[in-house]
């Protein structure tokens, strides 16, 4: 089975602190993907970065860096110097490719509160 | 990436009514996939809808219920049938292409059953 952890419900902040949302996986599958995605009050998912397995290099993308961690089975996710646009739902997702089926495991979510 | 036309973007229905869900794709796709988020709550996955065939569906999902079509390689429908309050949620649209295993989502139906 396949399942993703989003211990943080909410976290709240105030403008130009760093933030990070933690997520923790399970598969057993050898190759998989891991995914963030962002929900802004509007609903809509905004895709924000894919990982694969075997690639355990840590991205960064402007305010918003990853932390990829095999040993833990973590994709930890900051955003640095955070902004009230920041404000959203944010999911981390899981799919497993050993077993051939597409289908996306999503976490339960943190939202990201951020205060002016 | 795909973009994902999804209609209508939100509804207010009467219970005991039906709603078709429309998501149109502007390049062919492998995979359809359709989700919903009650409130405050994930994702989770309904079914895959599967061009030509049968949509599959998830655990705790009925064809009866959540009727869904696929004519084509751009388009599906989902029709929430015999609504309820508890039917009350986001459904998104997602799709895949090709061998790419990004997931590109639709701008979601909000539905509320009144």
């Known amino acids: 089975a396949q399942k993703v952890t989003q211990a943080q419900t909410e976290i709240s902040v105030v403008e130009k602190e760093d933030v990070t949302l933690d997520c923790v996986y399970e598969t057993r599958d050898t190759t998989y993907y891991l995914f963030w995605y962002k929900q802004p009050p509007s609903g809509e998912l905004v895709f924000l970065i894919r990982r694969n397995s075997f690639d355990e290099q840590n991205e960064i993308s402007g305010r918003y860096s990853w932390n990829f961690q095999k040993s833990t089975s973590s994709f930890n996710f900051t955003i640095t110097a955070s902004q009230v646009v920041d404000s959203a739902v944010y999911f981390c997702a899981l799919r497993g490719m050993n077993t051939g089926f597409q289908k996306l495991v999503f976490g339960t979510g943190t939202r990201l509160l951020v205060s002016p | 990436s795909a973009v994902i036309s999804q209609k209508p973007s939100r509804d207010i229905c009467q219970r005991g009514t039906s709603l078709t869900i429309q998501c149109q794709v502007d390049?062919?796709?492998?995979?359809m996939f359709w989700y919903r988020q009650q409130p405050g709550q994930s994702l989770t996955l309904i079914a895959t809808a599967n061009q030509g065939s049968e949509a599959t569906y998830e655990s705790g999902f009925v064809i009866d219920k959540f009727p869904i079509s696929r004519p084509n390689l751009t388009f599906s429908t989902l029709t929430v049938s015999n609504m309820s309050p508890e039917d009350s949620s986001i459904y998104l649209c997602s799709v895949v292409q090709g061998a790419f295993v990004g997931y590109t989502f639709g701008s979601g139906t909000r539905l509320t059953v009144v």
């Open positions: 390049s062919q796709v492998t995979m």
